[in-house]
């Protein structure tokens, strides 16, 4: 049993009543919608409007895993980790975070702006959309965060506090059975498309694959270089334009509850594997000019990663030991990490919990065969992460095998 209330539909208006810094926001006696559009795998999210216009988020998080229900305990404190987290990115670039205006510790609930004019990526991505920035921008921010959390930016008590306060553990669990364990190990949560059995028993028994998520793993676990976001795929993104063949105009990072200290590739890979996701849906739909312009997004978050860490780089705090040969290296090294986890993320979406939309949408027949080609990218990637590992070979590979594999 909880020992909080959850929110909903008829308690929402006697919330923001009680809560007067809320109540300046929004007119909780003249609310016009409340809407419960929490389609994540974890939280209770309401949406609220008010007869002027004015919008509202609510985030609640559960005792447990919303997907699976009360037999997957889960702390809700995960609340303060996102709301942390997104307090301290909001203090690097706050063009990138939602504006948070509350948090209510005791029922776990942040109160935050209404993104309502602004679509989640996956979703966009999905419906054929292409926004122009948004994967540049997502650059910028993992670059902003490597940099302004990390030792480079702050002194070492403050790092060792951060990285203290930060600890979330349960969060990190799942991430390690999920991602790196699961799509090898099946712990009665894995699935296939019955097609689809065969590459999922290769892709376990491929010692490359067992080698390289060991590898992933253990730096998940002990490289703790950044306060890095933990979930950055493209459902955790939120993007607006002005019309179809417009620039975004805003790009927004959210749902960080999974934010810890960890390594800087994580956050890349999580963004390479959705493109190569997002690309294999293209592919299966024959959408092959699309598919190009999902699979270019590697490069253009990369390029604006590096050029936003190259940026801060001057400001360094210790450049004694830390000069530009050491800057070079950790390039070269963050890129290879970059596509190790990307060779992680991706595979857990086709065979573990937690799908995505991008594949899990399609009929059963296109399915098929974007299911192998992401297998088959992972696996490539997991075989040549510590070779070249320039966008432009990603996406090559990425390119010959989702055509080679899709299925009519
Ligand atoms: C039990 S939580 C499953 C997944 O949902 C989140 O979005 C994370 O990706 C997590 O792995
Ligand atoms: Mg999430």
């Not at 510790?105 to 966009?124: F, K, N, P, Q, T």
């Not at 990190?172 to 699935?191: H, K, M, Q, Y």
């Not at 892709?203 to 950044?226: L, N, P, V």
């Not at 306060?227 to 950055?232: E, M, V």
């Amino acid at each position: 049993m909880a020992d909080y209330a959850f929110l909903t539909d008829s308690t929402i208006a006697e919330y923001v009543r009680a809560h007067p810094q809320l109540n300046t926001l929004i007119d909780a006696d003249h609310l016009v919608a409340v809407d419960e559009i929490g389609d994540g795998n974890l939280n209770l999210v309401f949406l609220l409007r008010d007869a002027v216009g004015r919008g509202m988020c609510l985030k609640q998080a559960l005792p447990y895993v919303r997907m699976t229900g009360e037999g997957w305990p889960m702390t809700p404190d995960r609340a303060r980790h996102e709301v942390e987290s997104i307090q301290t990115y909001y203090a690097l670039g706050p063009e990138l975070l939602p504006k948070i205006y509350s948090f209510d510790a005791e029922r776990h609930i942040i109160a935050m702006e209404d993104l309502s004019d602004h679509e989640v990526w996956r979703a966009a991505l999905n419906q054929g959309e292409q926004h122009e920035g948004a994967a540049e921008a997502m650059g910028r921010f993992v670059g902003g965060v490597a940099f302004g959390t990390s030792t480079f930016a702050l002194d070492r008590e403050a790092l060792s506090e951060a990285i203290a306060r930060t600890q979330n553990p349960q969060l990190c669990v799942i991430t390690e059975d999920l991602v790196f364990t699961e799509p090898l190990v099946d712990a009665g949560r894995n699935s296939v498309l019955p097609a689809n059995e065969p590459d999922a028993a290769q892709f376990a028994a491929d010692a490359a694959m067992i080698r390289a998520m060991g590898q992933a793993k253990w730096m998940f676990m002990t490289h703790a270089e950044a306060l890095i976001h933990g979930d950055l795929h493209t459902g955790s993104v939120m993007v607006r334009r002005s019309a179809d063949d417009a620039p975004c105009d805003s790009v927004k990072a959210f749902d960080s509850e999974f934010a810890f200290y960890g390594p800087v590739g994580f956050d890349l890979g999580a963004l390479f594997a959705n493109y190569v996701i997002a690309a294999a849906r293209a592919y299966a739909l024959h959408e092959d000019e699309r598919a190009k312009w999902c699979l270019q997004l590697v490069a253009q978050t990369w390029d604006s990663f590096e050029a936003e860490f190259r940026r801060r780089w001057p400001e360094r705090r210790d450049p004694r030991v830390f000069g530009d040969a050491f800057l070079e290296d950790t390039m070269m090294r963050w890129r290879g990490e970059a596509w190790l986890f990307a060779a992680a993320k991706m595979s857990r979406r086709i065979i573990g919990a937690a799908k995505t939309t991008d594949i899990e949408t399609l009929p059963p027949n296109l399915r098929e065969g974007a299911a192998r080609g992401v297998l088959q990218v992972s696996r490539a990637l997991a075989l040549e992460w510590q070779g070249n590992s320039l966008p432009e070979h990603l996406i090559g590979i990425a390119t010959n095998l989702l055509e080679q594999t899709r299925t009519s």
